[in-house]
């Protein structure tokens, strides 16, 4: 598989520690990142309080939060084409 270097261009929490992000080449998706709260590490700690979690906001086309935590959008977007969950502009709902 080829990785698609992208960045997010917008980017929300939604319940269940998801992430709706749309990417820079036009493909969008919802992501479910609810994994971290199995992480130990001492910046994902935070994330695991779903209310810091909705504080994600885009820094340099990067989810991130406000402890500097941030997210590889084009990891992102390659496990949502992986998951075939990934949308673009044109798709049918």
Known sequence: MTIKLVK?????????????IAF???SFGVFDFSDIK????????P???ETFFARVFLEEGAPTWPNGYDADPSNIRMKLEA?????TEGAAA
């Open 8 to 20: 997010a261009v917008r980017v929300k929490a939604v319940p269940g520690y998801k992430l709706d």
């Open 24 to 26: 820079s080449d036009g």
């Open 83 to 87: 998951a075939g969950t990934l949308r």
């Open 47 to 49: 994330l695991h309080d």
């Open 38 to 45: 199995t992480s130990r590490g001492e910046m994902a700690l």
